[in-house]
T-cell receptor, first 113, second 114 residues
Framework: NAGVTQTPKFQVLKTGQSMTLQCAQDMNHNSMYWYRQDPGMGLRLIYYSASEGTTDKGEVPNGYNVSRLNKREFSLRLESAAPSQTSVYFC????????????FGQGTRLTVV | AQKITQTQPGMFVQEKEAVTLDCTYDTSDPSYGLFWYKQPSSGEMIFLIYQGSYDQQNATEGRYSLNFQKARKSANLVISASQLGDSAMYFCAMTPANDYKLSFGAGTTVTVRA
């Protein structure tokens, strides 16, 4: 019953530190996504992976890298964190067809000080 | 590139009344899917309703219905008989068939008053 699992749920980083946000899904979905949500705003797509072995930039990719490790896992890396990357990060997955909804993780609240 | 626009940042609605949330989109792909999600204050994303670009009828799911006007590129969500639990942020989203990139609008905050 896990669905999409994100770790960690909360993280505080110092400016310049690096970290990797982990995301795993157990629904055998093809497509996976990383979004950021700033206070009172919508979800902005950082990167997505339409299928295993492929990744593409979204609207706001600068400062981030991703790895689609296998079909289950899609990680997001911040190489040198900046205060502007303080946000809530959501991972999502979908079967990969336009007529199926995406399922979301619970989010990671990241603060960069 | 696709774009989704939600022009209403916040709305108030009286309990038991209906409310319409606007969504317009822009895409060059003739085949796409439209979605609405709800995000309560607890933060999780909840799928509400789906409309395909080639669907002839407007989608309905319980108290949610989608007013789809393809020529106007409009996909408004109607919530009927509003309940206090409907207070949340609502997002319109779209996936084109050619790349499965799922993009969201800025959202509309709905507050239901007793």
């Amino acid at each position: 019953n896990a669905g999409v699992t994100q770790t960690p749920k909360f993280q505080v980083l110092k400016t310049g530190q690096s970290m990797t946000l982990q995301c795993a899904q157990d629904m055998n979905h093809n497509s996976m996504y990383w979004y950021r949500q700033d206070p009172g705003m919508g979800l902005r797509l950082i990167y997505y992976s339409a299928s295993e072995g492929t990744t593409d930039k979204g609207e706001v990719p600068n400062g981030y890298n991703v790895s689609r490790l296998n079909k289950r896992e899609f990680s997001l890396r911040l190489e040198s964190a900046a205060p502007s990357q303080t946000s809530v990060y959501f991972c999502a997955s979908s079967p990969g067809a336009m007529n199926t909804e995406a399922f979301f993780g619970q989010g990671t609240r990241l603060t960069v000080v | 590139a696709q774009k989704i626009t939600q022009t209403q940042p916040g709305m108030f609605v009286q309990e038991k009344e209906a409310v319409t949330l606007d969504c317009t989109y822009d895409t060059s792909d003739p085949s796409y899917g439209l979605f609405w999600y709800k995000q309560p204050s607890s933060g999780e994303m909840i799928f509400l309703i789906y409309q395909g670009s080639y669907d002839q009828q407007n989608a309905t799911e319980g108290r949610y219905s989608l007013n789809f006007q393809k020529a106007r590129k409009s996909a408004n969500l109607v919530i009927s008989a509003s309940q206090l639990g409907d207070s949340a942020m609502y997002f319109c989203a779209m996936t084109p068939a050619n790349d499965y990139k799922l993009s969201f609008g800025a959202g509309t905050t709905v507050t239901v008053r007793a």
